[in-house]
């Protein structure tokens, strides 16, 4: 299968042994994402970059990764004019509109967002990290269907693949429709519905068995592959993607 630039990661992603494919691009995309952000020479120095960080901030998760990063004077710096940005619209935003009235239970009152909720919403849904990973996993799932529309070894790939997290299978099940031709499309769908059933079956066996040995009246028994059971469960179900561990 000939490589190029744009299909290496996802080349190397389905050459790995995992849970999903989608889930290792994703997570190494983060990783890149992570160190553009706040790593060595890292893009916040940059005054469009500064702007962007401090207009849409970063999610939860993003801000655990980037407080485990070692740099913590980048984060302060980061936190400081997001902070400052934050309290010059919010200060705006309560001079814009009153305070909210009470709502009578006996009159019907048409909702309204007030200017502070609109805001803050708009703060819960942005993140620059989310927004960096993005665009360019949305472009390497495209190129899973350009791969498979023209590579007959990644189609040979595709199908002994483990599958894919619950959140992936459902990406590309529909997005299959938009990129792929009628003749492949039948065969990708058949097979990615496949995948997906047969090793989120092969998972959730591992889960019964990892159940029955922390049952006493299994622990003479072999552990086959359910010491891992419980991190393959969480990908396969998209509640979490989790680090590789040892076995």
């Not at 005054?47 to 960080?53: G, K, N, S, V």
């Not at 990764?65 to 400081?80: F, S, V």
């Not at 989120?200 to 159940?211: A, G, L, N, Q």
């Not at 393959?232 to 179900?237: D, E, F, G, S, W």
Request: proline share 5%; hydrophobic share 35%.
């Amino acid at each position: 299968m000939k490589e190029k630039i744009n299909t290496i990661p996802i080349q190397d992603a389905f050459a790995k042994d995992c849970e999903c494919p989608a889930c290792a691009m994703y997570q190494k995309l983060e990783e890149n994402a992570i160190h553009y952000t706040i790593g060595p020479g890292a893009s916040y120095m940059e005054e469009d970059i500064r702007a962007q960080t401090d207009r849409e901030g970063f999610c939860q998760k993003h801000f655990r990764d980037l407080y485990a990063y070692p740099n913590k004077m980048g984060l302060a710096l980061m936190l400081k004019t997001h902070m400052d940005k934050t309290i010059k619209e919010l200060e705006e935003a309560m001079e814009e509109a009153p305070l909210p009235s009470s709502n009578s239970m006996f009159r019907k009152a048409k909702p309204v967002i007030s200017p502070v909720a609109a805001y803050v919403e708009r703060l819960e849904r942005e993140c620059f990290v989310c927004g960096y990973i993005r665009q360019t996993f949305e472009s390497y799932l495209r190129t899973i269907f350009y791969l498979y529309e023209r590579e007959e070894e990644f189609r040979q790939q595709f199908a002994r693949s483990k599958g894919f997290c619950t959140s992936h299978y459902k990406e590309l099940f529909c997005l299959a429709p938009k990129y792929l031709k009628k003749q492949r499309l039948e065969q990708f769908l058949r097979e990615l519905n496949q995948a997906y059933l047969e090793n989120f079956k092969r998972v959730r066996d591992d889960v019964e068995w990892f159940i029955c040995k922390n049952d006493y009246r299994y622990q003479d028994e072999p552990w086959k592959n359910a010491r891992d059971a419980l991190q393959r469960a969480l990908t396969k179900t998209g509640s979490m993607i989790l680090p590789e561990e040892e076995p």
